[in-house]
């Protein structure tokens, strides 16, 4: 799945949801759900972790560094798209 990078205007919560369980869903060929523990149900690793750091930079045009690169804000769907529209709404 290719996507384009998001600029401009803060995205929508449930537009960045979806985008990222389709990316998800094609990577690990497996169907997750928003409130999903990615971890403790083994969908993602550490290493796939770090791959998602980079969609998230390169797709929402966000930096992730310091404080925000703990695995809390990779747990789910849902944690995932609260860190892109925080970031986001920072460089508003």
Known sequence: MTTQPVTGAV???????????????????????????LFATGVVSSLFAME????????????IVGSDLKQDNFRSVRRMTELVLRLRAGDA
């Open 52 to 63: 998602l750091v980079v969609h998230l930079e390169s797709t929402y045009d966000v930096s």
């Open 11 to 37: 995205p929508s919560a449930d537009s960045v949801e979806s985008q990222l369980l389709a990316h998800l869903e094609e990577r690990t060929r497996t169907v997750v759900a928003p409130e999903q523990d």
